[in-house]
């Protein structure tokens, strides 16, 4: 048997195109899953402080028709008290515990045990618009939630909007306020 060297493929020509190859097909799919795992992100975190606007700036909350939304205060150790939504005709709530309710104005006219409420989790989910007399059309909504924790009351208000793509991510958790300067650094407006 003839002992053919260019069988092997180390001739001068191509001794380097294999390992460019490898290198050049493991950053291109880096970069790919990198984008993957970007665009499929289930999990978008915010301070407590920035939550509740001490940063100058109204948080945000994404709703889509395909997947609901959750708002978790599980990491914060806070549980929910009261939840306002100042535009019901585009978004559905519910909870993961039993929350008090208020009708009216009336502090006498709630319905379950405003002192046991246990929720600590909103769930959102974008609806057809359905029409309520007297609610004039909007591209956005806010959500007031109050909780409790620590022995403190706490007030978060949320900007909800209204998204019609794919969704970017399903859980917004709070998280307690890390302590460290500058995490709820003021906004300049």
Not at 21 to 30: E, G, N, R
Not at 48 to 53: H, I, L, T, V
Not at 86 to 95: A, C, G, K, L, R
Not at 127 to 151: A, F, H, M, R
Request: proline fraction near 6%; charge should be neutral; include cysteine.
């Amino acid at each position: 048997m003839k002992n053919n060297p260019n069988l092997s493929g180390n001739t001068p020509g191509n001794s380097y195109f294999l390992p460019i190859a490898s290198l050049i097909f493991s950053v291109a799919m880096l970069f790919l899953v990198g984008r993957a795992v970007a665009n499929n992100a289930v999990l978008r975190s915010i301070f407590s402080c920035q939550a509740q606007g001490l940063g100058g700036a109204i948080p945000t909350i994404d709703v889509w028709y395909q997947q609901g939304t959750n708002l978790s205060f599980i990491p914060a150790g806070e549980v929910i008290k009261k939840v306002w939504l100042n535009d019901p005709s585009q978004v559905t709530i519910d909870f993961d515990g039993p929350v008090c309710m208020q009708f009216g104005q009336d502090s006498n006219s709630s319905g379950g045990d405003c002192k046991n409420s246990s929720a600590n989790v909103i769930q959102l989910r974008r609806i057809q618009k359905l029409d309520i007399p007297g609610l004039p059309p909007t591209s956005n909504t806010l959500l007031t939630v109050v909780t409790e924790g620590q022995g403190r009351n706490k007030l978060y208000t949320f900007r909800v909007i209204y998204k019609t793509d794919n969704p970017e991510y399903h859980t917004l958790a709070v998280f307690p306020d890390s302590g460290q300067e500058g995490s709820c650094v003021r906004v300049s407006q």
